[in-house]
C-alpha cells in the first residue's frame, strides 16, 4: 500500500498555473448552463427574495430606507427601468390583500420561490467539487437544503444590514472629507470602501462555500477562494453595470427587457462564482486541503490497493 504524496506549499509563481487548471476545470463542468439554471430560476425566486429582506432589514432600518437602498444598488447594475419594474413587481406582492388561507399559501410560495435559486446553487456547487448523488429520494434532505437556503437569505440580510450602515458612514465622511481635506484623502476613502465590500461579499461566499455543498471544505481553503470570487465578482459588478448602461442590452425585448437584464446578470455574475469555486477545489486538491468526501475517496482506493496485494 502506497503513502499518500505529501502536498507542496503555495507559491506566488504557481498562480499561473493554478488559474489555467482552474479554467480546465470549470469549462468541463459546463458553467453556461448551470449558470442559465440558476438565472432561470433567480427569476421566479427574485420578488419573494427581496421581500423578505425588504421585511427582514426593513425592521430594523425601516422599509423605505431599504427599498430606497436597493433601488439605488439595482439602478447601479441594471439600470433604472429594470429597477423599477423590480420594486413594482414587490410592491404588487406586498400589498395583496387575502383571506387567512390565501396568506398562508401565499408565504408559503414566497419561502419556497425565495429559496429555490440557493437550492440550484448547492446542485451546482455539488457538481462541481463531484459529491455524487443519490437515487434514494428523502424528504428529510429536502427540507433541510431548503432550510439551509432560508439561512442564506437570512445570512444576506444581515450583511445587507451592515452594508448599508458602512456605506452611510462613508458616505457621511466622504461629505466632511470633501470640505476639510485634500482630495488624496478622498482616494483612501474610495479604497476603503473596496476593501470593506470586498470582505462583506467574501464573508457570504466563504458560508456559501463551506455549507452549500454536501462535503466538508477546510476553512483555509474556503477563505482564500472566497476572497478571491469576492475581487472577481466586485470588479465583475463594474464592468457589467459599464456594459449595461452603454448597451442596454434589455431595450431591444420590449417589455421583457427588465426579466432578460436580471437573467444577463445573474448568468454573468455565476459564471465568475463558478470560477471562484473551481478555484476553491483545485488549490485544495493541489495543497492538501481536500474536502472529506476526496479524503474519503482517496481511503477507499487505499484499502482496494491493500486488498489487491
Known sequence: ?????????FKVQHLPKLIIDTYKAWDKDDPWRLSA????????SLPGLLVIIINLVGTIWGQEIVTG???????????????????????????TKDNLISTIIGIASI??????????????????WKVEETSNFSFLKIVTDRAKSFAFI??????LLISFVVTTLISALTDYIQQSFPD????????????????????????????????????KTVWIGAILTAVLFVLGEFLLSLYFGKSNPGSTYGAAGSIVLVLLWVSYSCLIFFFGAEFTRVYSKRYGHDSHTEINKLLDKMEKEAGNE
Open 1 to 9: 500500500m502506497k503513502a499518500p504524496e505529501t502536498k507542496e506549499k
Open 37 to 44: 439554471v440558476v438565472a432561470y430560476y433567480a427569476v421566479l
Open 69 to 95: 437602498q436597493l433601488n439605488a444598488q439595482l439602478s447601479s447594475v441594471l439600470g433604472p427601468d429594470a429597477a423599477k419594474s423590480i420594486l413594482e413587481m414587490i410592491s404588487d406582492t406586498q400589498n
Open 111 to 128: 419561502l419556497f420561490g425565495a429559496t429555490g435559486v440557493f437550492y440550484q446553487l448547492q446542485i451546482s456547487l455539488n457538481k462541481i
Open 154 to 159: 437570512l445570512v444576506i440580510g444581515f450583511l
Open 184 to 219: 488624496v484623502v478622498l482616494y483612501v476613502i474610495y479604497i476603503l470602501n473596496f476593501i470593506l465590500s470586498v470582505g462583506i461579499i467574501s464573508t457570504l461566499f466563504a458560508l456559501m462555500f463551506q455549507y452549500m455543498p454536501d462535503t466538508k471544505i477546510r476553512w
